[in-house]
């Protein structure tokens, strides 16, 4: 969707901001750019709307060479959101949001209906923040109205730099979440500058790691995190890069173990031999549709009746998905050996547990798959490249 061919930019005082860069965003894909103030991300950025012209190279956009479409009519199938967001503080929050359907001479009514939809879809209510004005909303919400703004006029590519650097870190992560959930209902080709490691990682599919003026690495989060292509990369992730690659692993169902399992009719009986059977010390409890209902121990099931009557609630589960560092931070904030692993598509059903045995499994399977991935990569570069 956007592809950078061997671009470089060199302003007239002399300053290389961007040297011979080469990368491709596929369409529907959110790309973060991430690196340390000054190494040329703005300059990429608005070198795909043309506010900035290269010195050399090409840049293509949905296969068409932009240096030969007309600025105007490029800005608009491209949406931009910056951290300044940059409101016209005298027009209200609907007619903030609906610039770009005005510009683009829809009728008044088809605007307005689109500016709503849109806040709506950010999450404000356009009935409370509609007629409001710039100044009447706080830091997060202007930038909520930018977002708005800026999908309007429904353009298939959004360019955002540091759209979240001037809020609080908690209105940050929420404004992160949000956008994540925006994304994925609807799949824009996005580029996404930003300085913060975590915020990258967070929410790019792919993130392209920038020293001065190149780019080092471009691989998923946890390729970056978890094998480095260069010491400066490594440097820039940070030295807790192992933690980092938690929150961008996902617990997979090869990760779990599968220990004893009852029914809440099977007779309290039976467990002590069944739980001696697989040399366990608890089982867990399913209702007869397969949904995780408990567990129980050997010490539990001293006494007449079925497993039902005596089933401990679940305190630590998650659904499979969910991150590495969601199931550790489960762990210790309920003092866990385990935890139980659910399937909520399928109602629920119990998947297995995690261990923290197998956690670290996880962390370590995670890595040997991504160095199988970057062998892939670079034989398709090859082929791309004729080598
Ligand atoms: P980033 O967004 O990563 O912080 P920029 O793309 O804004 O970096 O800037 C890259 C380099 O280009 C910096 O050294 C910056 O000082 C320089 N630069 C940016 N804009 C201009 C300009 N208009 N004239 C000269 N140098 C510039
Ligand atoms: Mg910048």
Same mark, same amino acid.
């Given at each position: 969707?956007?592809?950078? $061919?061997?671009? #470089?930019?060199?302003?007239?005082?002399?300053?290389?901001?961007?040297?011979?860069? #080469?990368?491709?965003?596929?369409?529907?894909?959110?790309?973060?750019? =991430?690196? %340390? #103030?000054?190494?040329?991300?703005?300059?990429?950025?608005?070198?795909?709307?043309?506010?900035?012209? %290269?010195?050399?190279?090409?840049?293509? @956009?949905?296969?068409?060479?932009?240096?030969?479409?007309?600025?105007?009519?490029?800005?608009?199938?491209?949406?931009?959101?910056?951290?300044?967001?940059?409101?016209?503080?005298?027009?209200?929050? @609907?007619?903030?949001?609906?610039?770009?359907?005005?510009?683009?001479? *829809?009728?008044?009514?088809?605007?307005?209906?689109?500016?709503?939809?849109?806040?709506? @879809?950010?999450?404000?209510?356009?009935?409370?923040?509609?007629?409001?004005?710039?100044?009447?909303?706080?830091?997060?919400?202007?930038?909520? &109205?930018?977002?708005?703004?800026?999908?309007?006029?429904?353009?298939? =590519?959004?360019?955002?730099?540091?759209?979240?650097?001037?809020?609080?870190?908690?209105?940050?992560?929420?404004?992160?979440?949000?956008?994540?959930?925006?994304?994925?209902? =609807?799949?824009?080709?996005? @580029?996404?500058?930003?300085?913060?490691? $975590?915020?990258?990682?967070?929410?790019?599919?792919?993130?392209?790691?920038?020293?001065?003026?190149?780019?080092?690495?471009?691989?998923?989060?946890?390729?970056?995190?978890?094998?480095?292509?260069?010491?400066? &990369?490594?440097?820039?992730?940070?030295?807790?890069?192992?933690?980092?690659?938690?929150?961008?692993?996902?617990?997979?169902?090869?990760?779990?173990?599968?220990?004893?399992?009852?029914?809440?009719?099977?007779?309290?009986?039976?467990?002590?031999?069944? /739980?001696?059977?697989?040399?366990?010390?608890?089982? =867990?409890?399913?209702?007869?549709?397969?949904?995780?209902?408990?567990?129980?121990?050997?010490?539990?099931?001293?006494?007449?009746?079925?497993?039902?009557?005596?089933?401990?609630?679940?305190?630590?589960?998650?659904?499979?998905?969910?991150?590495?560092?969601?199931?550790?931070?489960?762990?210790?904030?309920?003092?866990?050996? *385990?935890?139980?692993?659910?399937?909520?598509?399928?109602?629920?059903?119990? /998947?297995?547990?995690?261990?923290?045995?197998?956690?670290?499994?996880?962390?370590?399977?995670?890595?040997?798959?991504?160095?199988?991935? /970057?062998?892939?990569?670079? &034989?398709?570069?090859?082929?791309?490249?004729?080598?």
């Amino acid at each position: 969707m956007i592809r950078f $061919e061997q671009v #470089s930019k060199r302003y007239e005082d002399g300053t290389t901001a961007v040297d011979g860069l #080469s990368f491709e965003v596929a369409e529907g894909e959110l790309v973060t750019l =991430v690196g %340390p #103030s000054g190494c040329g991300k703005t300059t990429t950025m608005k070198m795909v709307n043309r506010l900035i012209e %290269p010195t050399e190279g090409r840049i293509f @956009l949905d296969g068409e060479d932009i240096a030969g479409v007309d600025p105007v009519e490029l800005r608009r199938r491209i949406g931009y959101v910056i951290q300044q967001v940059g409101l016209f503080p005298h027009k209200s929050v @609907l007619d903030n949001t609906a610039t770009v359907p005005h510009l683009l001479g *829809w009728k008044k009514a088809k605007a307005r209906a689109r500016a709503a939809e849109l806040l709506d @879809l950010v999450g404000l209510d356009p009935a409370v923040f509609g007629d409001r004005y710039p100044e009447q909303l706080s830091g997060g919400q202007r930038q909520r &109205v930018g977002v708005a703004r800026a999908l309007a006029a429904d353009p298939p =590519v959004l360019l955002m730099d540091e759209p979240f650097g001037a809020v609080d870190p908690v209105v940050r992560e929420r404004l992160q979440s949000e956008f994540l959930r925006l994304q994925a209902a =609807v799949h824009k080709t996005v @580029l996404f500058v930003t300085h913060d490691i $975590e915020e990258a990682v967070r929410l790019g599919d792919r993130i392209a790691v920038y020293g001065q003026g190149r780019i080092e690495q471009f691989d998923t989060p946890s390729t970056v995190l978890g094998s480095p292509a260069t010491p400066y &990369v490594a440097d820039f992730v940070g030295a807790d890069r192992g933690l980092k690659r938690l929150s961008v692993t996902p617990i997979e169902p090869g990760d779990l173990e599968q220990p004893p399992v009852l029914r809440l009719d099977d007779p309290l009986s039976a467990v002590a031999d069944r /739980l001696a059977a697989e040399d366990a010390r608890w089982a =867990v409890v399913l209702d007869a549709e397969g949904a995780l209902r408990g567990w129980i121990g050997a010490e539990h099931a001293r006494a007449d009746g079925v497993v039902g009557d005596r089933v401990r609630r679940m305190e630590a589960w998650l659904p499979v998905g969910a991150t590495l560092k969601q199931a550790f931070s489960t762990m210790l904030q309920h003092d866990a050996g *385990w935890i139980a692993v659910t399937d909520e598509s399928e109602g629920g059903a119990f /998947l297995g547990v995690l261990t923290p045995a197998r956690l670290h499994e996880a962390l370590r399977r995670s890595t040997a798959a991504d160095a199988r991935d /970057l062998a892939r990569a670079e &034989v398709e570069l090859e082929t791309v490249n004729g080598v």
